[in-house]
């Protein structure tokens, strides 16, 4: 800073006298050479310079190169929560809203970009150029954006008149056309849906090199990486297609909350992004029905959530914070993805309309403001008052004010059906003595809307009011079924009789019950065993019908869990069982769909899935197709189809040598395709060469070979090799300094880098060697999801303990060993 000038009014200087900064504080102190007046409005003016550094934060400069191999430089920001103080003085803080105005003086050849339109642009001379913006509309500091480079842009205009941009490095404009589709449908979409126009004039949404988070919602400009905004249908996989569209309804959804309504304090971080992360499947659902994103949802985002709320070191979803660091901890699967699941139950117990009318209400009564939660919970009561009398605030502050869920233990006898309803934990706690963080207002107990069918009944609601219940079965139902959809956020515990119905029910005709409700019954199931609570044989038997499943979304539940106990049981001497009994649910599946690139979406997502899962537990004829077309990729320049490259790329050089590495990562540098980079620089970490593998995580640390934003990528591909997870955790204690300075702690790249080096663990030696690596050491507000990882291996310990052995006698009864 070079000078500080404060204005009484226009013209009449008040005389400073000093300024001092505050770094740890992150403030600046100005004293004035006489009394202010109260409600006396005065002008600030500060003289600064800021250097650009490499950093993914604040001010800070990017690159990308060209075909040719030319660096080109661009200039940009990312200022979500506290770093516009990064970049400008001021009051860093949600809850004071202002007007911005922005000037900036670049060379000729490049643009420069903002939240509002350009007012003008005149030459400057010795090869330079001004341009002046508009004054943007009232909004919070975090929301400020600001970008020079040398992007061009694909537009057009949204059915409701709003000019849509993307903006894109010259070479890849090419890939930006879907995205510009998506984004103008959704904008639309959104104005329907919330019944409130987008405020703004334009919508830019441009791509940036080098990006630490997956998007950021800046008020009419908009950040992304360039994977979750470029999309090129010859070379990207469907899973990439769908991430590009609801990244872009995540972020647009943004726009109403977070924009033009904002959290008064971090404390109601969800209230912005639980509403994006629900909204975000509603919008994308809107352009691309065919994708099913609600049944998508409950595996995606519920069961997510679900995984890491049943810790005992989660958090509520509304938690104090007081500085950076414990606000940067807070953006995490919770805040965004139990946030969302809570929305979708309240969607399902108050119904669309009523939730779209309180929405509308919050979002009228409250744009250009900040407000908290408890105000939309008010909007929600007084719109449902004239339907369902429900008292939603006194309702959910037992969902957000709480952390964890419900087990709803289920016994059926006589016809009458008793619900108890206690905490579900992964791991039971190692201490009598509740810590007061762990104490509950509510004493861990629920307003629950269960939900439930029967063979003669659609759906149905019964309400436990923070106690247990009961309700009575009509005389000719057979069976029931809890939490119809997955709608809610608890797990169901059925007795043995009612288990072995639904097992029965599902062998004979699984189409009794919708995908999400087999995808549901899989993920309670799976769960429960590996905790102890449900015998092993009952939730293997229950997998068995899977042979005859053709539906993504159960398969993409019962993967996941497949994948945790191939982690678990990797010294186990029923490895080899345990393998097989998978390959043997699969094969049948995964043959009928065929080693094609053929059907809709989800078939494609789901084959892709399968012949992936097939490679890792070992099925020959998978392994020699996907190293054929390696080969043949590699020598004769055959491509691959883009949901195939996933499985190819990995098993070439999986099961290949140098030459495959090497070749892999010619392709990683020299493609324009982002998700392509993604998917090879992902398959480079399969290989079982433990010298390559080394050098692929020493990659991670050069800027010029991996960008600082994979680095996590990196960590958490080699973690996940069966040969790396101790190479991983060394590298990660030798480069602990690096990633601190990097990344800072608590951060979403610095949480993916504990977790992922970790959480596979499952000795007590890996356990004790670990927390003796961090006594010593601040983590800062990482200490959060460092006592997570933590607990997953005291999970992961305890299931090897108590669980394994059940799971070997299962497998040894029922799975051939030739």
């Given at each position: 800073?070079?000078?500080?000038?404060?204005?009484?009014?226009?013209?009449?200087?008040?005389?400073?006298?000093?300024?001092?900064e505050?770094?740890?504080?992150?403030?600046?102190?100005?004293?004035?050479?006489?009394?202010?007046?109260?409600?006396?409005?005065?002008?600030l003016?500060?003289?600064?310079?800021?250097?650009?550094?490499?950093?993914?934060?604040?001010?800070?400069?990017?690159?990308y190169?060209?075909?040719?191999?030319?660096?080109?430089?661009?200039?940009?920001?990312?200022?979500?929560p506290?770093?516009?103080?990064?970049?400008?003085?001021?009051f860093?803080?949600?809850?004071?809203?202002?007007?911005?105005?922005?000037?900036?003086?670049?060379?000729?050849?490049?643009?420069?970009?903002?939240?509002?339109?350009?007012?003008?642009?005149?030459?400057?001379?010795?090869?330079?150029?001004?341009?002046?913006?508009?004054?943007?509309?009232k909004?919070?500091?975090?929301?400020?954006?600001?970008?020079?480079?040398?992007?061009?842009?694909?537009?057009?205009?949204?059915?409701?008149?709003?000019?849509?941009?993307?903006?894109?490095?010259?070479?890849?404009?090419?890939?930006?056309?879907?995205?510009?589709?998506?984004?103008?449908?959704?904008?639309?979409?959104?104005?329907?849906?919330?019944?409130?126009?987008?405020p703004?004039?334009?919508?830019?949404?441009?791509?940036?090199?080098?990006?630490?988070?997956?998007?950021?919602?800046?008020?009419?400009?908009?950040?992304?990486?360039?994977?979750?905004?470029l999309?090129?249908?010859?070379?990207?996989?469907?899973?990439?297609?769908?991430?590009?569209?609801?990244?872009?309804a995540?972020?647009?959804?943004?726009?109403?909350?977070?924009?033009?309504?904002?959290?008064?304090?971090?404390s109601?971080?969800?209230?912005?992004?639980?509403?994006?992360?629900f909204?975000?499947?509603?919008?994308?659902?809107?352009?691309?029905?065919?994708?099913r994103?609600?049944?998508?949802?409950?595996?995606?985002?519920?069961?997510?959530?679900?995984?890491?709320d049943?810790?005992?070191?989660?958090?509520?979803?509304?938690?104090?914070?007081?500085?950076?660091?414990?606000?940067?901890?807070?953006?995490?699967?919770?805040?965004?993805?139990?946030?969302?699941?809570?929305?979708?139950?309240?969607?399902?117990?108050?119904?669309?309309?009523?939730?779209?009318?309180?929405?509308?209400?919050?979002?009228?009564?409250?744009?250009?403001?900040?407000?908290?939660?408890?105000?939309?919970?008010?909007?929600f009561?007084?719109?449902?008052?004239?339907?369902?009398?429900?008292?939603?605030?006194?309702?959910?502050?037992?969902?957000?004010?709480?952390?964890?869920y419900?087990?709803?233990?289920?016994?059926?006898?006589?016809?009458?059906?008793?619900?108890?309803?206690?905490?579900?934990?992964?791991?039971?706690?190692?201490?009598?003595?509740?810590?007061?963080?762990?104490?509950?207002?509510?004493?861990?107990?629920w307003?629950?809307?269960?939900?439930?069918?029967?063979?003669?009944?659609?759906?149905?609601?019964?309400?436990?009011?923070?106690?247990?219940?009961?309700?009575?079965?009509?005389?000719?139902?057979?069976?029931?079924?809890?939490?119809?959809?997955?709608?809610?956020?608890?797990?169901?515990?059925?007795?043995?009789?009612l288990?072995?119905?639904?097992?029965?029910?599902?062998?004979?005709?699984?189409?009794?019950?919708?995908?999400?409700?087999?995808?549901?019954?899989?993920?309670?199931?799976?769960?429960?065993?590996?905790?102890?609570?449900?015998?092993?044989?009952?939730?293997?038997?229950?997998?068995?019908?899977?042979?005859?499943?053709?539906?993504?979304?159960?398969?993409?539940?019962?993967?996941?869990?497949?994948?945790?106990?191939?982690?678990?049981?990797?010294?186990?001497?029923?490895?080899?069982?345990?393998?097989?009994?998978?390959?043997?649910?699969?094969?049948?599946?995964?043959?009928?769909?065929?080693?094609?690139?053929?059907?809709?979406?989800?078939?494609?997502?789901?084959?892709?899935?399968?012949?992936?899962?097939?490679?890792?537990?070992?099925?020959?004829?998978?392994?020699?197709k996907?190293?054929?077309?390696?080969?043949?990729?590699?020598?004769?320049?055959?491509?691959?189809?883009?949901?195939?490259?996933?499985?190819?790329?990995?098993?070439?050089?999986?099961?290949?040598?140098?030459?495959?590495?090497?070749?892999?990562?010619?392709?990683?540098?020299?493609?324009?395709?982002?998700?392509?980079?993604?998917?090879?620089?992902?398959?480079?970490?399969?290989?079982?060469?433990?010298?390559?593998?080394?050098?692929?995580?020493?990659?991670?640390?050069?800027?010029?070979?991996?960008?600082?934003?994979?680095?996590?990528?990196?960590?958490?591909?080699?973690?996940?090799?069966?040969?790396?997870?101790?190479?991983?955790?060394?590298?990660?204690?030798?480069?602990w300094?690096?990633?601190?300075?990097?990344?800072?702690?608590?951060?979403?790249?610095?949480?993916?880098?504990?977790?992922?080096?970790?959480?596979?663990?499952?000795?007590?030696?890996?356990?004790?060697e670990?927390?003796?690596?961090?006594?010593?050491?601040?983590?800062?507000?990482?200490?959060?999801?460092?006592?997570?990882?933590l607990?997953?291996?005291?999970?992961?310990?305890?299931?090897?303990?108590?669980?394994?052995?059940?799971?070997?006698?299962?497998?040894?009864?029922?799975?051939?060993?030739?």
């Open positions: 800073m070079s000078r500080t000038l404060v204005l009484e009014g226009e013209e009449t200087e008040v005389p400073v006298i000093k300024h001092l505050y770094p740890k504080h992150e403030q600046l102190y100005i004293e004035v050479g006489s009394t202010l007046k109260p409600y006396q409005d005065y002008i003016w500060i003289d600064f310079k800021k250097h650009l550094k490499e950093k993914l934060e604040g001010f800070y400069i990017s690159s190169k060209t075909s040719d191999g030319r660096k080109r430089y661009l200039a940009t920001t990312h200022f979500q506290t770093l516009a103080r990064a970049a400008f003085p001021c860093d803080e949600p809850a004071m809203k202002a007007t911005f105005q922005l000037t900036v003086i670049h060379e000729e050849g490049y643009n420069a970009y903002f939240n509002s339109e350009v007012y003008q642009t005149e030459p400057y001379g010795n090869g330079l150029s001004i341009t002046v913006f508009d004054k943007t509309l909004m919070s500091t975090y929301l400020v954006a600001f970008v020079v480079c040398d992007f061009k842009a694909l537009q057009k205009m949204s059915p409701d008149g709003i000019n849509v941009r993307v903006l894109v490095p010259p070479e890849q404009l090419n890939q930006a056309q879907y995205a510009l589709d998506t984004a103008a449908n959704v904008l639309h979409f959104f104005q329907q849906f919330f019944n409130i126009s987008y703004l004039p334009k919508l830019d949404m441009i791509a940036i090199p080098d990006f630490g988070p997956g998007a950021m919602e800046n008020w009419g400009l908009v950040t992304f990486r360039m994977t979750t905004v999309y090129n249908a010859m070379e990207t996989s469907s899973e990439s297609k769908e991430h590009v569209a609801t990244v872009i995540h972020e647009l959804a943004h726009q109403w909350f977070g924009n033009l309504v904002t959290m008064q304090w971090w109601d971080l969800w209230l912005n992004e639980g509403f994006a992360s909204v975000e499947y509603l919008g994308t659902n809107h352009v691309e029905p065919g994708w994103m609600m049944d998508q949802f409950i595996v995606s985002t519920s069961q997510d959530a679900m995984s890491l049943g810790l005992e070191s989660s958090h509520p979803v509304m938690t104090d914070v007081d500085n950076p660091e414990e606000i940067d901890a807070i953006f995490d699967f919770i805040s965004y993805k139990k946030g969302a699941a809570i929305l979708y139950m309240l969607e399902n117990f108050l119904g669309t309309e009523t939730l779209k009318k309180g929405l509308s209400t919050y979002l009228n009564k409250y744009r250009f403001k900040n407000a908290r939660t408890e105000d939309l919970w008010d909007a009561t007084q719109v449902s008052l004239t339907t369902s009398h429900l008292n939603v605030s006194k309702i959910l502050d037992t969902w957000t004010r709480q952390k964890g419900p087990l709803l233990t289920v016994t059926l006898k006589h016809r009458i059906v008793r619900i108890k309803q206690r905490r579900f934990l992964l791991t039971p706690p190692e201490y009598d003595d509740a810590k007061p963080s762990d104490l509950s207002p509510y004493g861990y107990k307003f629950v809307p269960v939900t439930y069918i029967t063979d003669i009944d659609k759906e149905n609601m019964f309400w436990l009011n923070m106690t247990d219940g009961e309700f009575l079965l009509p005389a000719r139902a057979k069976w029931l079924k809890l939490n119809v959809n997955q709608t809610g956020f608890y797990r169901v515990m059925y007795d043995d009789g288990w072995n119905t639904l097992i029965e029910l599902l062998h004979t005709n699984h189409n009794v019950f919708k995908p999400a409700d087999r995808a549901n019954l899989l993920d309670d199931a799976l769960t429960l065993s590996r905790v102890g609570i449900l015998d092993s044989a009952i939730a293997f038997n229950l997998t068995r019908y899977l042979e005859k499943e053709e539906d993504y979304v159960p398969w993409e539940t019962a993967i996941l869990h497949l994948e945790v106990l191939d982690v678990l049981m990797q010294e186990s001497p029923a490895l080899s069982l345990f393998h097989k009994f998978a390959r043997n649910l699969m094969k049948p599946v995964a043959e009928n769909l065929g080693w094609t690139d053929e059907g809709d979406h989800l078939k494609k997502k789901l084959r892709s899935a399968l012949l992936r899962v097939l490679v890792r537990f070992g099925d020959e004829e998978t392994i020699k996907s190293k054929l077309t390696f080969q043949n990729w590699m020598h004769h320049n055959v491509r691959v189809a883009p949901n195939l490259r996933s499985v190819v790329y990995s098993s070439g050089v999986r099961f290949g040598g140098k030459e495959e590495w090497q070749f892999c990562w010619q392709q990683y540098q020299e493609t324009q395709v982002p998700s392509e980079k993604r998917l090879l620089l992902t398959a480079l970490g399969y290989t079982e060469d433990m010298w390559r593998l080394s050098q692929y995580l020493n990659y991670s640390l050069d800027r010029d070979k991996v960008r600082p934003q994979d680095t996590a990528l990196v960590i958490g591909v080699a973690a996940r090799n069966n040969i790396g997870r101790l190479l991983t955790w060394r590298f990660v204690r030798m480069n300094p690096y990633f601190v300075e990097m990344f800072g702690p608590g951060s979403f790249s610095m949480d993916m880098i504990l977790s992922e080096s970790i959480s596979h663990f499952s000795s007590k030696f890996d356990y004790d670990v927390k003796s690596f961090f006594s010593g050491r601040d983590v800062g507000t990482g200490v959060q999801s460092l006592q997570q990882s607990e997953r291996v005291r999970a992961n310990m305890r299931w090897r303990e108590n669980t394994e052995a059940s799971v070997i006698q299962w497998l040894q009864h029922n799975v051939h060993s030739t």
